[in-house]
């Protein structure tokens, strides 16, 4: 037994589970960074940038948040079963930002009829609702240790940059430390300039950057198919990649297009090529308005495509809206899922994702693996030491009032959990944390930094 397991014994807290290792536990923060031959990839903070390690992450994206029959799945339930029963890395949450009333109802019934105030409407006109859907959703992907995009999902962002300004601030502040999160500030513009929506990313990337240096994904003209713009005019600031999204019957991997232009997946390669990393947040096995049954020959040539590039991706669409791309049939429920022609496509696919982690030696939200012994603390002003191998380590943990303090390391990785088991907090902390949105209780805590690690409860007050 590690001593991390007995410290828990001892604290009486033997039922405490340290949660799901997950992929984000592994690699960390997601970086962008350039291959051996200068080609844009992704990365994670765990490794850094260097060759072979290039991440490839694959899940689903949820449906437009703006129908029961793709908000079901906007739940804890339904992104623990699409971990558990599709073996997602990622998952995007695709939040509706206009008005739009699509009669959708609240409640998950078909019809609310004319009462308004029951209906589904974008974030425009019931902020609350899609932030509290959002929020739940990012909620169960850090539970899960996977990734999650946080998805302001318009087609006309640049009309929207107050509302958008504020949506990014609150989501920056409240998730922007955890290594689980990516912002994506446009979902496929229409037909307009690059400088367009350039101009307007330039004003979210830095709300953002106040709270995050998470990665940020922007997306360019006429949905998402030309991320070449970007060469040579590229959005200020790190760490910042660009969207590409494909429908693989409407679209093509390489060559020319029935209308003898570029195809769509050249665009990407271009980008590629000139050093932009590029993300797939959106792709369908079928027809670009959602319809149309998936042609395995076309999906196989865009697969081989994209894990040629080390593409990351999200599948529209984790929902049992009446369309040939979605993934659920309509039996399906957050709890049981049962597979279209597409989703079954999709599953095939992500069968190839790993199915077990190992929490990597310098960060990832769960910590390192080292061993450790730990003291029973009762609260404020807790100084915690502890002995590795006969020797004293270097990082300091204290908890003060409602402060998570550590000395002695640049970094470190904070795991909190409730009496239950279940956690409550995961996050790095550089210095020092805010403990004010834990509940007053008694609480465990696990803070690592490579091989060091510290296991000690805690009462907030």
Known sequence: MKKSLAVLLAL???????????PVSQYGQ??????????GRI????E??????EVQVRGMSLYWSMVPRGTEFWTAEGISTMVRDMNIQIVRAAMGTTSDDWWGCKDGSESCGDDKSKHITGYATDAEFQTNLMNTVVQAAIDNDIYVIIDWHSHQAHEEVANATKFFTE?????GKYDHVIFELFNEPKEIEWSTVKSYAEKIVPVIRQYSDNLILVGNPMWDQNPQYAIGNTVSGDNIAYTFHYYANSHCWNGQTEWGTQCEGDNAQQAINAGLSVFVSEWGTGNSDGGGNPDVSRNTSWQDW???NQLSWANWSASKVEEGTAAFSSGSSRNSLQFTTSGNMVKGYLASNPTSYTACADGGSNGGNGSSEGNDGN???EDVSAIVAGNTMPMGVQVSGKTLLVSGVKTATVSIFDMQGRVVLNGRVSGSMNLEGLNPGAYVLRVSSGSQEKIFRTQIK
Do not use: D, E, P
Request: net charge positive; with cysteine.
């Open 43 to 46: 990365y994670g903070s765990c």
């Open 48 to 53: 850094g940038v260097k060759a072979g390690s």
């Open 30 to 39: 997601l970086m962008t960074g350039k291959n051996a031959q200068g080609q």
């Open 306 to 308: 994209m894990n040629k």
């Open 12 to 22: 009486g807290v033997s039922s405490l589970a340290f949660g799901r290792v997950g």
């Open 379 to 381: 609260g404020a002003n």
């Open 171 to 175: 989501m920056a502040q409240k998730w």
